[in-house]
């Protein structure tokens, strides 16, 4: 066979990124080759993980809020924690969304938002993977527009009773602390809520089809008094929400395009390896127009990531160019794994292969961060200055 050249070669890559980035990432690709891949279709086929492990490990590999200064957390640029998420979900989306919830949605909550006491209190042993967190946000009745969501908290005296149901959260059974978006006398705020407290609940989601490797939960809250200090000072209305939603939301542009590249691997690899009609699948055009047009899109997807993380860096990423990447980003890469499960024919259905895998876990990372019709939303509102959705 001729020699071969690999997509992010054919687009020099690699040369865009600094050494230090090289290095993060390549230290984070061979963990993952190593200690996840593994075991990972055996978790996705269970629909278990082992949570509190995987926490630590990834805390000592320094991947929890690694994009964060102080307090534990590693404060690297964002293209740095954009290549960590691309090498996790290049293993499995559902161990990406571990670290996004992680570091992203939780801890960048408390980092942004919270006072002093509540940073030291809890960010460092969630960098270090000890403490486990949750972000609430989606009610079985509100995901697309948070706005319209029924969780309460309401004063007595100096405390806080929270009472409401939250749905579809990440790390929810597992998790030490919640962070927990409620609608108060002042609009909405964020509470931080340990889930030891009395009357919080947080019952598994089973029977997910998608995104088995990742623990998916109710989180129920009965009356869960707290003090007035379980609250986050700094966040008020809903941009503090969306505010860590954008952070995680960033992530994916470059996790979505891991589970691309690595369907696009397999698929390159088996079609090289299989042989129909007498030749193998590679020497027929129909298969290399396929893999040449999926090339073009990882490599573009890869190109624009790059140049989102670069804008990150430089404090001009405003939540529409987030959109940009995030509906561009996650659709080819979903659209990329469906077409490299048709190369793989009938062993593309099976987990011997991760393509099918990860075409299933696309299929929520498509809805959670927003969903693509809401990003094309944001789009259509900055291009019009028309909003057609509140
Ligand atoms: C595996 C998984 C993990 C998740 N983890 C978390 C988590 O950790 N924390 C958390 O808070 N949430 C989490 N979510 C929830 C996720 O963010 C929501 O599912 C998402 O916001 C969509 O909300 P919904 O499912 O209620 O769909 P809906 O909002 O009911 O949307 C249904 C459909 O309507 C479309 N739609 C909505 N508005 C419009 C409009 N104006 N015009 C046209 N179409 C529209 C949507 O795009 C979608 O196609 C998770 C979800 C999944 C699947």
Known sequence: MASSVHPFELFAIDGLL??????IQRTVRTMGERELRPHVADWFEE????ARDLAKRLGELGVLGMHLEGYGCAGTNAVSYGLACLELEAVDSGLRSLVSVQGSLAMYAIWKYGSEEQKQQWLPGMAAGDTIGCFGLTEPDAGSDPGSMRTTAKRQGTDWVLSGTKMWITNGSVADVAVVWARTDEGVRGFLVPTDTPGFSAPEIKKK???????TSELVLDGVRLPADAMLPEARGLSGPLGCLNEARFGIIFG???AARDCLETALSYAAGREVFTRSLASYQLTQQKLADMTLELGKGMLLALHLGRLKDAGELPPER???GKLNNVREALDIARQCRTILGANGITLEYPVIRHANNLESVLTYEGTSEVHTLVIGRALTGEAAFR
């Open 47 to 50: 629909g278990q993980i082992p």
């Open 256 to 258: 979505a395009l891991g």
């Open 209 to 215: 089809l998608s995104l088995r490797a990742s623990v």
């Open 322 to 324: 987030v959109s940009l």
């Open 18 to 23: 600094s050494d230090e980035e090289l290095e």
